[in-house]
């Protein structure tokens, strides 16, 4: 088992306060985030959006070089992008969207390999499954040669 943490201190009203988040490993530390980087153009601060599409195609990414070494073959790069869309919903948010777009140089097999494994990778992604609720999750996968 393992157990990661991450923290945000909060100071302020919603619209005009400000957060830091922070986590365990130091890889964020006291960054900022608050109403300008979630809903305007302030690229100063992230967002829970950003961060939780980071965190999707880090691990499908790694799901898929997982599934793929277990199938004897070697990734040579994968390159994964995560858009993730918050929409409105009623009086609130939510997140109605995750799209995912991977390009992968993976010598040696054929595009109908590749996406069996893809698949396979997306099925077993703990973040895939942790957003399971998010109505459409989709999945683009290029085989580069």
């Not at 073959?73 to 777009?101: C, H, N, S, Y």
């Not at 992968?104 to 698949?119: H, L, R, T």
């Not at 609720?133 to 580069?144: D, I, K, N, S, Y």
């Amino acid at each position: 088992m393992s157990e990661k943490t991450a923290s945000v201190h909060w100071e302020g009203a919603g619209k005009t306060g400000q957060g830091r988040i922070s986590t365990e490993t130091g890889a964020l530390k006291d960054h900022p985030y608050g109403f300008g980087s979630r809903f305007g153009d302030d690229r100063k601060g992230t967002n829970p959006e950003e961060i939780v599409g980071a965190a999707h195609a880090a691990c499908f990414t790694m799901a898929f070089a997982f599934a793929c070494e277990k199938a004897g073959i070697a990734t040579e790069m994968l390159d994964t992008t995560a858009k993730v869309r918050l929409a409105k919903d009623g009086e609130g948010f939510k997140i109605d969207r995750i799209a995912l777009t991977l390009q992968a140089k993976v010598p040696g097999i054929d595009d109908a390999q590749f996406q069996k494994i893809v698949q396979e990778a997306k099925s077993q992604c703990p973040l895939s499954k942790a957003l399971a609720g998010v109505p459409e999750v989709t999945l683009v996968a290029t085989l580069l040669h």
